[in-house]
């Protein structure tokens, strides 16, 4: 079993920076590729950024392309996003979960963290 825990949400202006955290924990001696994926009110969950376990692919949503920076610590089995450029339809639950490959398929991923609030405010 592998346990997946978020930090880092917050709330910020328009224009402005958050940095998520995703910290596994339990069986990471396997080699996960782990996923952020986010989910508005009243919206279906949707692919935001993944890596894989060497950090050497990386995918990315059109919406996101270029302002949102996945990376990870394997020696901290730590995985980050760092978002910039925020805008307010970035607001969202954002969640990170760990999987075998690299996908936008949310069902593809084994093990999700529990969320954490991003509020984009204009």
């Known amino acids: 079993q592998v346990q997946v825990v978020e930090s880092g949400g917050g709330s910020v202006q328009a224009g402005g920076s958050l940095r998520l955290s995703c910290a596994a924990s339990g069986r990471t001696s396997l080699s996960y590729a782990m996923g952020w994926f986010r989910q508005a009110p009243g919206k279906e969950r949707e692919f935001v950024a993944a890596i894989s376990w060497g950090g050497t692919r990386t995918d990315y949503a059109d919406s996101v392309e270029g302002r949102f920076t996945i990376s990870r610590v394997n020696a901290k089995n730590t995985v980050q996003l760092q978002m910039n450029s925020l805008k307010t339809e970035d607001t ?3 969640y990170c979960a760990a999987g075998s ?3 936008m398929n949310p069902r593809t991923y084994d093990y999700w963290g529990q969320g954490t ?3 984009v405010s204009s």
């Open 92 to 94: 969202a639950v954002y």
């Open 101 to 103: 490959i690299v996908t």
């Open 117 to 119: 609030q991003v509020t």
